[in-house]
């Protein structure tokens, strides 16, 4: 069964860092490419990063580019996002996906992310 | 940027009601379109890629359709446990965009 666990969510003031990791299990972590979508209280889904399977590209919107760094560690099926110079409209919860083709099939539960003073 | 707009924002419907939500792309996006559901309170699911085809586990009353800028999720027969709100997403370019979502309540 495969399941993607999100960790490292919280509050963190406005400039201030947050690292998240997305666990991944029951499905050979390192032939997928990975994806964050986010959505911010009561609003739509918002895509925010992908990775290819391997690392070696990365894509990103233009409001992260910058300030948000995807990557993955396929020895510990782990997929992360460093997020930097956080601004309050980051407010989400986060979500890992399995990005397959042409489309993400396989979500996780999501973890709050905060940026308040 | 392809945006990605979903009409009607908020569909009201009666059990066992044919339903249709709608969604059009700003630019032709080959087909590569996606429609997920989510209840509220969880994470989204996927239930349609590449505009028509089912994914795994889903019911048979989902069926996709579209070309070009417009697409269609259909409901054949509505039943209770599709209240949820539905999103379309395209991913013919980046960077990958979503619609505002249509909520599905029931009459």
């Known amino acids: 069964e495969v399941q993607l666990v999100e960790s490292g969510g919280g509050l963190v003031q406005p400039g201030r860092s947050l690292k998240l990791s997305c666990a991944a299990s029951?499905?050979?972590?390192?032939?997928?490419?990975m994806a964050w979508v986010r959505q911010a209280p009561k609003k739509g889904l918002e895509w925010v990063a992908t990775?290819?399977?391997?690392?070696?590209?990365?894509y990103y919107r233009d409001s992260v580019k910058g300030r948000f760094t995807i990557s993955r560690d396929n020895a510990k099926s782990t997929l992360y996002l460093q997020m930097d110079s956080l601004r309050s409209e980051d407010t989400a919860t986060y979500y890992c996906?399995?990005?397959?083709?042409?489309?993400?099939?396989?979500w996780g539960q999501g973890v709050m992310v905060t940026v308040s003073s | 940027d392809i945006q990605m707009t979903q009409s009607p924002s908020v569909l009201s419907a009666s059990v066992g009601d044919r339903v249709t939500l709608n969604c059009k792309a700003s630019?032709?996006?080959?087909?590569?379109l996606n429609w997920y559901q989510q209840k509220l309170g969880e994470a989204p699911k996927l239930l349609i890629y590449?505009?028509?085809n089912l994914q795994t586990g889903i019911p048979s009353r989902f069926s996709g359709s579209g070309s070009g800028t417009d697409y269609t999720l259909t409901i054949s027969s509505l039943q209770p446990e599709d209240v949820a709100t539905y999103f379309c997403?395209?991913?013919?370019?980046?960077?990958?965009?979503f619609g505002s979502g249509t909520k599905l309540e029931i009459k």
């Open positions: 630019q032709n996006i080959n087909k590569y």
């Open positions: 997403f395209q991913h013919n370019s980046w960077p990958l965009t």
């Open positions: 996906a399995r990005h397959y083709s042409s489309y993400m099939d396989y």
């Open positions: 990775i290819i399977y391997d690392g070696s590209s990365t």
């Open positions: 590449n505009t028509n």
């Open positions: 029951g499905f050979t972590f390192s032939d997928y490419a």
